[in-house]
């Protein structure tokens, strides 16, 4: 316990969790993403895990609330990347981010987070320049190659 409260001290806090879904249209390949409330950065669904579902459950459930949509989300995970995650308290906690990829079969214009999210498509190369997270422009860059 002693061993752990100092490596937090020194900055060597273990990694949170998040889950994250990868928005996909089945037909065309694009990727949706969303912008963030905090900063408008464009980012992908994610949040932490959820009592009660599994991890691309609620992958699944951040990509209705945040982005307004449904569809068959892929139990195995395409990849993960880390980012810092702003606090209120104006310090940032690593976090790690396990992705999903979601195959979107409906999106609707109401959703939780209407209000305070805008949302767009785009191809995957499009999408490697728009987002800031190194991790996640591998993934993108990943079904990229995939595709072409």
Known sequence: MLRRSIRMLLGKRPLSL?????????????????TSRGTGRWVIP??????GHSLPGAAAREAWEEAGVEGRITHEEIGRYSYDKE???????PVEVAVFPLHVEKCRKSFPEAAERERR???????IPMVAEPGLKTILRGLSQTRG
């Open 18 to 34: 998040q889950v994250g879904a990868l928005c996909l249209d089945p037909g065309t390949g694009r990727v949706l993403l969303v």
């Open 46 to 51: 994610k949040g932490w895990p959820m009592e």
């Open 87 to 93: 606090q209120d308290s104006g310090f940032s906690v």
């Open 121 to 127: 498509w785009f191809t995957p190369e499009e999408a």
